[in-house]
């Protein structure tokens, strides 16, 4: 069986390499951060939420862009919201791709805004996995008696 | 209610999403604040106890009552978002600012984005603070002092009620002039007004610089 510390140096590593990929950056510490005794389930739980908010936003947007007409307010709205939840969590490069929509969404530029869902959706996806690796080992490391090493 | 002093401040959270509702509502929590969260400005209104078309038939028969008496549960600080679909953050300000049961609650505004000119409106029309998203511990840690000063505030009016209804008896019992008790309540008058405008000006020195934003 792996060890707490093997665990522990797994974990650390692959949330390094994580923030070096963009896909996490320091709200995220923030958060982890934020857990305690009184919540501990804080974390887990909020990005539970964050992935089906993104996906019924993602559906949302999916849906603006079969219209016949697309409704680039009520687009650039959603995108902001998006924007706005990654940015909370710390879901990094998801929410660049945000920025930039918002941009094309402004310039009503619609090879722009559907490259970026593609993006968008893309990312999404990516950051997911990642959390759901992230947790997994979470688990791991607490089941062997150890304690998750926090980023600094 | 609780043994702390800090559970009693109740703060009031409006933001249309859940995740930015989840965020503060636990950054409120871990400062120790009893914590609502509504989804909307006219939710937050109507937890408040203000109805959203006028609030001057509501208050007809209490001119001037201490802010939190009417309600069921009383609200030290609003914070809210600023863009919300339907009631903004800014709408639900100005309302709570025009409401004479309520225009002594602190609010304080969050957004995700950077406008100069929209952190200054928010100022000027009476927000405390204005935070940008993502909000941090250490922005609600700015939180306390604002409550506090309300809660000194409620303190002093009360006394000052108290006084002149004091002095309103003292006055039926003796067959003095009225002209001097009447003098001494006008000055009184006077300095809660003067106190109210030191504060505002207090508020508007605590804008920071804010970095330039490119979005507008």
Known sequence: MVSATQLQRQYAEYTTSLYHEGYLNDQ?????????ESDPDFLVGLVS??????????????????????????????VHRFKGSSSNI????????????????KEKNLDGCLWCLQQANHEYILVRSKFKALFKLEKQILKAGGSIPMME | MGVAADSQFHVLAVDDSIID??????????????????????????????HEEDDEIHNLNQPSVSPNINQ???????????????????????????SSSFKDIPVVIMSSENVPSRISRCLE?????????????????????HMMRTKIKEIDHIDH?????????????????????????????????????DLT????????????????
């Open chain 2, 72 to 98: 069921e549960v009383e609200v030290n600080l609003i914070i809210t978002d600023y863009c919300m679909p339907g009631m903004t953050g800014y709408d639900l300000l100005k309302k709570v600012k025009k």
């Open chain 2, 161 to 197: 009620q108290y006084n002149q209804e004091h002095e309103k008896h003292q006055e039926q019992n003796v067959l003095e002039t009225k002209e001097d008790e009447s003098t001494q309540q006008s000055n009184g008058n006077k300095r809660k007004s003067m106190e109210d405008g």
């Open chain 1, 28 to 36: 995220f510490t923030q958060l982890q951060k934020l857990q305690d």
């Open chain 1, 90 to 105: 710390g879901a990094q490069r998801l929410m660049r791709v945000c920025v930039l929509f918002i941009n094309y969404c």
């Open chain 1, 49 to 78: 939420v964050f992935i089906d908010d993104s996906k019924k936003l993602l559906d949302t947007l999916t849906t603006a862009f079969q219209q016949k007409t697309v409704d680039y307010k009520q687009v650039s709205l959603h």
């Open chain 2, 125 to 145: 029309e009476g927000a405390e603070e204005f935070f940008l998203k993502p909000v941090r511990l250490s922005d609600v840690n700015k939180l306390k002092p």
């Open chain 2, 201 to 216: 000006r207090q508020n508007k020195t605590q804008i920071q610089w804010w970095p330039y934003c490119r979005f507008d």
């Open chain 2, 21 to 50: 509702r989840k965020l503060i509502e636990r950054l409120l929590k871990t400062s120790s604040f009893q914590v609502t969260t509504v989804d909307s400005g006219s939710k937050a209104l109507e937890f408040l106890g203000l």
